[in-house]
Structure formats: C-alpha cells, structure tokens
C-alpha cells in the first residue's frame, strides 16, 4: 500500500513537470559529416586534418543570450558563396544552442564534403564569415577547443560552397584546398522563453477569448494569458499556460497520502 501512495504522489509530481535537462543537440547527420565528442583540449585548427569528413560537435548549450548578435545566413533557402557578404545583426533575448562544422584539407589536398545535420530545435542562423565566427567563439565556443585568433583568417567558406537552411535541417557543401572551413549553427530562439512571460495569479493576467495556430486560425475557447512567441520560419504562435499548481497544497497531499497509506498497513497487520 506504501509502494500505491509512493507511485500516486510520484504521478502526481510528474503531472505537474519537471524542467527538462536534454541538450538541444544535434539530432542525426546524413552523408559525409561525422559526429564527435570533445572529451579533452584540443585545437579546432587541427581537429579532424587526416579525415575526409566533415566534423560535427556540440559546442555551448542552452546559453541565456541577452546581446546582439551577428547574422549571416538565415532561412529558409540555399545560400551560395558570396566573398562580399556582410552580417546583418539580431538583437537576441533568449535561449541558444550552437554546434560547429569543420573539414580540414589533409595534406594540403583539394577535399570536398556533402551532407546534411538534422537539429532538436529549429535553425536561428548559420554563421560562415570570419568576424562572425571570432566575434561568436567566446560566448558559444566549446570550452575545451583553441579557436583561430580573430584576424588570422583561413577559416570562412569559400570557393564553391554551399549552405541551405530548412526548418531544424542544414545541408553542407564545403570544399577546402589550403584552409579549413567553419560553418556555426546556432539553434534555439532569440525570444523570451514562455515561462518567463506567464503572469502569477492576481498580477494583473488578461483573458482573450481564443487562441490560435501558426496559420492563425481560432483553436481554442477562452483561455487565462496566452503568450506570444516566434516560431520556426519566423511565424508569429500563441501558446496558453497549463493550470496552476499550488505548490504547499501539493505537499499537503502527499503527505497525507504517505501517512494514510501507513495507517491502513497498521490495520491490515
């Protein structure tokens, strides 16, 4: 009976919701790119110069971003070398994630790579220019990788390049002869998360009458404080709270359950 009124109150907690630890990693990689784990220092001018593949890894995770930052690309689209690209910038306030791709010219030999990496969380931007990616190698650099010194060059596309960006998708032609190329995904949302733009009860919260989808159609009756947010491809979504939890009054709950539980095994035995 003790193990019903555990696995009740377990329910319970897991009604309420717990804040979820998993990364917004990268979900899978198609063709040539190549995942791997950064376990130890290494230097990202060197990582991977005797492969043949285009490498992958995370780099920071689920970073609070409050600051401008540089944009290069953004999708969705299929995006062509351009030596006179100049970022735009993107005043952020949210969430992000970022994840670098490298391929490195073994032996000074002409290489080429073609592949694509598939995201949890939508693409916010992808950055290609050599003052993007310095200007971004503090704040979302892995914290065990040596990055090229800012100015040192050698390390933006190039040539015949190719980038396409669709959704949480990014497809990669990447061709090097004496250099290396870095291409940094960034994931995530510059928008305030929903949590942060719920109002407490009795703080002054609207109600509206519906809510929507993506498309803007009405999906829902009245609703207690639907929140805005930016979604993938840029399109405007509400999302309503789920019901408030009074955290002492769940306490009491189980509590209660714990010691009713125990009472009753007392009668039984």
């Known amino acids: 009976m003790r193990f019903a009124a555990v696995a009740a ?5 897991l009604a309420v919701g717990l804040p979820s630890t998993a990364f917004a990693e990268i979900e899978s990689v198609e063709g040539d790119v190549e995942e791997l784990v950064v376990t130890e220092m290494t230097s990202v001018v060197d990582m991977g110069s005797e492969s043949l593949s285009i490498i992958s890894f995370e780099e920071q995770q689920d970073v609070p971003v409050s600051r401008t930052l540089p944009v290069d690309l953004t999708g969705p689209g299929l995006f062509l070398y351009d030596p006179d690209l100049v970022a735009t910038t993107l005043d952020c306030d949210g969430i992000v994630s970022s994840h670098l791709f490298h391929i490195d010219s073994p032996m000074d030999a002409s290489l080429v790579g073609d592949g694509a990496a598939t995201f949890v969380d939508p693409v916010l931007m992808v950055l290609v220019t050599e003052p993007s990616l310095a200007e971004t190698d503090d704040l979302l650099g892995h914290p065990l990788v040596t990055y090229p010194a800012p100015g040192s060059g050698g390390r933006a596309w190039e040539g015949n390049d190719e980038i396409g960006i669709d959704g949480r998708r990014v497809t990669f032609h990447l061709g090097v002869t004496n250099n290396v190329d870095h291409v ?15 109002p407490d009860a009795g703080d002054g919260g609207s109600t509206v009458d519906a809510s929507r989808d993506p498309d803007g159609e009405v999906v829902g009756g009245e609703v207690d404080d639907v929140v805005s947010f930016r979604g993938a491809g840029g399109c405007a ?8 939890v009074d955290v002492p009054w769940l306490a009491v709950g189980l509590l209660w359950m714990l010691v009713r539980a125990r009472g009753i095994r007392r009668r039984i035995g």
Not at 9 to 13: D, E, L, Q, R, Y
Not at 185 to 190: E, K, L, N, R, W
Not at 237 to 244: F, I, L, N, Q
């Open 9 to 13: 109150a377990c329910s319970m907690v």
């Open 237 to 244: 979504c509400v999302a309503a709270p789920g019901p408030a």
């Open 184 to 198: 940094r995904v960034v994931t995530g949302s510059c928008e305030p998360s929903l949590d942060a733009g719920v």
